[in-house]
């Protein structure tokens, strides 16, 4: 079994920023990729950021030049959001993929309003 656990969503301006992490217990192996989603109502979740085990990075564009993702190791990913906007208004979901396998957190809300 493998658990996600996302932290780091809230409230914030227009303009300001947030981090969220996502830590990965259970089963974990080495090689994996993470990532991170995001939805809101009425709508498909979609991809924010990846990160492989190299550290290689994709990014949507609509987050091109403002999010950064990041990880520590094979079980805790980051991602910097600066420059938010109510557009970025979600609830963020971690992922982890492995071994053929798709795992998702609980997810973390974030709002971003003035």
């Known amino acids: 079994q493998v658990q996600l656990v996302e932290s780091g969503g809230g409230l914030v301006q227009p303009g300001g920023s947030l981090r969220l992490s996502c830590t990965a217990s259970g089963s974990i192996f080495s090689f994996n990729d993470m990532a991170w989603y995001r939805q809101v109502p009425g709508k498909e979740r979609e991809l924010v950021a990846l990160?492989?085990?190299?550290?290689?990075t994709n990014y949507a564009e609509f987050v091109k030049g403002r999010f950064i993702i990041s990880r520590d190791n094979a079980k805790t990913v980051h991602l910097q959001m600066n420059s938010l906007n109510a557009d970025d208004t979600a609830v963020y979901y971690c992922?982890?993929?492995?071994?053929?396998?798709?795992?998702w957190g609980q997810g973390t809300q974030v709002t971003v309003s003035s």
């Open positions: 992922a982890l993929a492995q071994r053929g396998s798709l795992y």
């Open positions: 990160i492989n085990t190299y550290r290689l």
